[in-house]
């Protein structure tokens, strides 16, 4: 097969200095930071569906992103063909992973059968690509969203077929995913919530979303599936209310269905921010709980108030993701995926690496910084102080318990007023991280 980016050779490492928008000029993988490569950090994924299933379409206009090897078919050579496609490109950027759903691979038949069918002869061609490659499967993941069939949700259906048909579908990804050796494997309900609660029965409804966890749970135990499970949260968007609306919804949720032991979250920027919470805030939660497991990078437009997929280019942002992940100890199993879109203007094959580059770089740029400012302390210094009253005395009690309301209240009457509040030095704590960016 004749290359598709036979003017692309392999993105290098060019350092700061250099002016070559097809290199890197902080993305350095085999870089050491806090003792371990960049690579091994950042484990950076392009996706499937948007990469080589994007076309560039919206409500207002056709696609105009029209790829020269693909020839518009719905066929399974097709689907093979961009599949080698997709190696190419990952390999020549330098992405040591890939994720994909179900449907982006491989087209959708007119019986379950027939779809396992094209997934598995799509699935004969990544595995091959992935050994000639060494480019790993970092999630797998179905697509129970863009058949009309589930127009009501697929776990969170009103009708019990969808619902088999559902569980069918990520039985076989499951396998799939297996088989490909995924590391990972993502649930993102996208219409597992509701429109409208007057024909909703949320108590149900929920209940059958926790069944069909356990479900996945008790079959990739069956089939020796030992990839971890993650759970993308997102709050709106196709649905008006997602059950699995921001990261203390899910903890939640998994919680009360005793399903916390099986998973982790997959957090996505532009779905934080549509919940109304920084990227930064859905980290920290998921991280102090145990459950920070992997994150789909992108941003969104603060004018815009959907789902954008636009690629990350802020520092400020990168730098608090990365920040973030290295105080909670990383990602591993999961990484750094992009979950991005270029935009339908931009529409030339190459825009596809500029885009990679870019928030290859942006990350590799806010991992670099995290790592200086942690290694100075300053702030862990600062944050220390603030909390200091607890190191001793009646804050130490408080914090192991050996206080109550009746302890306290002595302590306070006989003092008679709280000790003087310190500065919060937000603006301080602002100018400093400007130091390091
Ligand atoms: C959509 C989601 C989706 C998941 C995978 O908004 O981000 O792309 O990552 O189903
Ligand atoms: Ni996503
Ligand atoms: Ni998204």
């Known amino acids: 097969m004749p290359q598709a980016f036979p003017e692309i050779q392999k993105i290098k490492y060019e350092g700061p200095q250099s002016k070559n928008p097809l290199a890197f000029r902080w993305y350095n993988e085999n870089e050491t930071v806090e003792g371990k490569s960049m690579k091994e950090h ?102 129970l969203f863009s058949n009309p069939r589930f127009m009501h949700g697929a ?71 030992s990839g971890q499970f993650l759970i993308e949260p997102k709050p709106k968007e196709p649905t008006k209310h997602q059950y699995d609306s921001d990261a203390a919804a899910c903890l939640n949720f998994l919680r009360a269905y005793e399903l916390l032991p099986y998973f982790k979250l997959n957090i996505e920027t532009n779905h934080a921010t549509l919940a109304g919470h920084t990227m930064q805030h859905e980290l920290e939660y998921a991280g102090m709980q145990g459950a920070l497991g992997s994150i789909d990078a992108n941003t969104g437009d603060l004018l815009l108030g959907w789902d954008t997929d636009q690629f990350p280019t802020n520092i400020y942002l990168t730098t608090e993701i990365m920040w973030t ?53 300053e702030f862990d210094r600062l944050l220390k102080q603030r909390y200091s009253s607890f190191d001793g005395g009646i804050g130490a009690d408080i914090e192991s318990g050996k206080a109550d309301f009746k302890k306290l209240e002595a302590y306070i009457l006989a003092k008679g007023e709280a000790a003087p509040n310190q500065s919060g030095r937000q603006e301080m704590l602002e100018h400093l991280l400007n130091r390091y960016i």
Not at 103 to 116: K, Q, Y
Not at 187 to 192: N, T
């Open 325 to 377: 992940i290295l105080k909670w100890g990383g990602l591993a199993p999961g990484g750094v995926n992009f979950d991005a879109k270029v935009r339908r203007e931009s529409f030339e094959p190459i825009d596809l690496f500029h885009a990679h580059i870019g928030g290859m770089d942006a990350f590799a740029r806010g991992l670099k910084i995290a790592a200086t400012i942690r290694a100075e302390g």
């Open 42 to 143: 950042l484990r950076f994924a392009v996706v499937y569906w948007h990469t080589f299933r994007g076309t560039g379409s919206d409500p207002f206009g056709a696609a105009t992103m029209v790829r020269p090897w693909d020839d518009g078919s719905n066929s399974v050579e097709n689907a093979q063909r961009r599949a080698r496609v997709a190696f190419e490109f990952c390999e020549k950027l330098g992405a040591p992973f890939y994720a994909f759903h179900d449907r982006d691979v491989a087209p959708e038949g007119s019986t379950l059968a027939e779809s396992n069918k094209n997934l598995d002869a799509v699935v004969r061609v990544l595995k091959e690509e992935q050994q000639r490659t060494g480019i790993k499967l970092l999630w797998g993941t179905a697509n």
């Open 155 to 225: 776990a969170t259906t009103c009708n019990a077929d969808v619902f088999a048909f559902a569980a069918a579908q990520v039985k076989k990804c499951l396998e799939v995913t297996k088989e490909l050796g995924g590391v990972n494997y993502v649930f993102w309900g996208g219409r597992e919530g509701y429109q409208n609660l007057l024909n909703t029965n949320m108590k149900r409804e929920l209940d059958h979303l926790a069944r069909f966890f356990h479900m996945a749970v008790a079959y990739a135990k069956e089939i020796g599936f």
